[in-house]
């Protein structure tokens, strides 16, 4: 009727603010600036994964768009300011809203970006599948997770000084990756000692323990939200963001825990008996990090 007035309420969740990301006032600078007037726009949905490689990059030099999807990556393109001085996009595989596929799909299509640059993807799970889809979308290479600070900087500077004569995309695969092993002949415990060691030398204690108890918060996340809400169409990416977040850190078990997890999800297992020995790694994984302080 004239004269009507309706009101409503919509409530919305707080967006990312890309350029607002804080880097922890406790972490150290790496000892060189391989990638010193080098600019990257990251695609990484898992924050601690995202702030983690973040620090990587621009502990080297290197200036840093960091986005969690590639929707915000996107609308960074439509920004003449940064598509004229952009080198490189490095973007995660798995993403909310589209996958890094569609996502450098989107780059490439004609008129939807004026940046025709290279793009790097970075994964957990590398397959010929994957290698194949990438090459269609003009994807120049793929870099398997985990990766430790030297190689993902080396790996980015050959991408920009160097040629290669093919158009596939090349894997790299860490370059200090130790041989595959039992699970029960580990000695690590909850933690990999040497991604542990190396994230001390990098961040000091103070920050490798801050960006580890992120990644564990990730983990805490995934098992609430399976406990409230069950298996959901957002189940899959949780579980890959998470199971980076703790490769990237050195959380062990929570990444066997995890992947578990991803591989019960794909074959469409039931979830819940890797629940129950996901309840287990938190506790040790937080009672082993709290140990080193």
């Known amino acids: 009727m004239i004269g009507t007035t309706m009101h409503a309420t919509v409530t919305l969740q707080k967006s990312e603010q890309p350029n607002r990301l804080q880097t922890p006032a406790t972490l150290q600078p790496l000892s060189d600036a391989p990638l010193a007037g080098i600019s990257v726009i990251l695609v990484e949905d898992s924050p601690s994964s995202r702030d983690w490689i973040r620090h990587v990059l621009e502990s080297a030099g290197a200036q840093v768009w960091a986005t969690g999807n590639g929707v915000e990556a996107l609308s960074l393109l439509e920004r003449p300011e940064i598509t004229q001085t952009l080198d490189l996009i490095l973007t995660d595989m798995t993403l909310p809203y589209m996958s890094g596929i569609e996502f450098a799909q989107r780059v490439r299509q004609q008129g939807q970006t004026h940046w025709n640059g290279p793009i790097v993807a970075l994964t957990a799970h590398v397959a010929d ?22 190689e993902l900087r080396n ?132 009672d082993a990090i709290d140990a080193l302080n």
């Open 129 to 150: 599948s994957i290698l194949n889809a990438c090459s269609k979308v003009g994807i120049a290479q793929v870099l398997e997770k985990p990766i430790q600070p030297a």
């Open 155 to 286: 790996a980015l500077r050959r991408i920009l000084f160097t040629r290669s004569d093919s158009d596939a995309p090349q894997r790299t695969a860490p370059e200090t990756a130790p041989a595959p092993q039992d699970e029960s002949q580990t000695t690590d415990g909850p933690l990999k000692a040497r991604i542990v060691e190396d994230l001390l030398s990098q961040l000091g204690r103070a920050g490798a323990i801050s960006f580890m108890q992120r990644a564990h918060s990730e983990a805490v996340s995934v098992l609430s939200n399976l406990q409230q809400d069950g298996v959901g169409p957002d189940t899959g990416r949780m579980l890959h963001a998470a199971t980076g977040a703790c490769s990237l850190t050195g959380l062990g078990e929570l990444e066997s825990c995890l992947r578990a997890m991803e591989c019960a999800f794909d074959d469409g297992a039931p979830l819940s008996p890797c629940e129950e020995r996901l309840k287990v790694a938190l506790t040790r994984t937080k």
